[in-house]
């Protein structure tokens, strides 16, 4: 099945700064790749997402980057805030059930 | 955007004793759901695919007879925990894609078990 690999595990940086996650698949057969924050005890939020055809999606602070010859995928977050801290997971599917990697603990610090 | 929701929110029960976690697609129909496992800092893990109508489809390592599964209408899907030790205890979210399925799924608002 899927192996969906996520690093770093914590990541903490200054406000205003650029925070980047990144995250590898094994199955070359996925075609769908979204990013969730997930704040303590609540269900997981789609930030963003962007599916096998695309090499590159933004919205707004956040964009995604997909290299599918190489297997992965990277969250960027732009001049964040401290409101962005929280957990943030990477999944991948091909249909049906999203397979998370491990998740990234953000902390954003004033 | 489609809605999902899980009820009960939070529940707590004695060793040995069976919790009912619902599942319920408020304003599309379902055909699939899917029930993730969350344990304290860990990440999301899928226990089974329910199926309208059908068995559902476990996950290795995950005990049918004891993580019960009924998708009986395409709205509504349940996970009941049988017989539940304190290492059932852990954050359970179901999820569902629209009917257009589009890869998105949608999450439930999450069911955290404590067995004492």
């Not at chain 1, 609540?42 to 190489?70: H, Y």
């Not at chain 2, 030790?85 to 999450?107: K, R």
Request: net charge neutral; hydrophobic share 35%; glycine share 6%.
């Amino acid at each position: 099945g899927e192996n969906v690999e996520q690093h770093p595990s914590t990541l903490s940086v200054q406000e205003g700064d650029s925070a980047v996650i990144k995250c590898t698949y094994s199955d070359s057969a996925s075609n769908y790749f979204p990013w969730y924050k997930q704040e303590l005890g609540k269900r997981p939020q789609l930030i963003i997402d962007i599916r096998s055809n695309v090499g590159e999606k933004k919205d707004q602070r956040i964009a995604v980057t997909l290299n599918k010859t190489a297997k992965h995928f990277s969250l960027h977050i732009t001049e964040t805030q401290p409101e962005d801290s929280a957990v943030y997971f990477c999944a991948a599917s091909l249909t049906g059930a999203l397979n998370f990697g491990k998740g990234t603990s953000l902390l954003v610090t004033p | 955007g489609a809605v999902v929701s899980q009820h009960p929110s939070w529940v707590i029960c004695k060793s040995g004793t069976s919790v009912k976690i619902e599942c319920r697609s408020l304003d599309f129909q379902a055909t699939t759901m899917f029930w993730y496992r969350q344990f304290p800092k860990q990440s999301l893990m899928l226990m089974a695919t329910s199926n309208e109508g059908s068995k559902a489809t476990y996950e290795q390592g995950v005990e049918k007879d004891k993580f019960l599964i009924n998708h009986a209408s395409l709205t509504l899907s349940t996970l009941t925990v049988t017989s539940a030790h304190p290492e059932d205890s852990s954050f359970y979210i179901c999820s569902a894609p629209n009917s257009v399925y589009t890869g998105e799924l949608f999450f439930g608002e999450g069911s955290r078990l404590t067995v004492l």
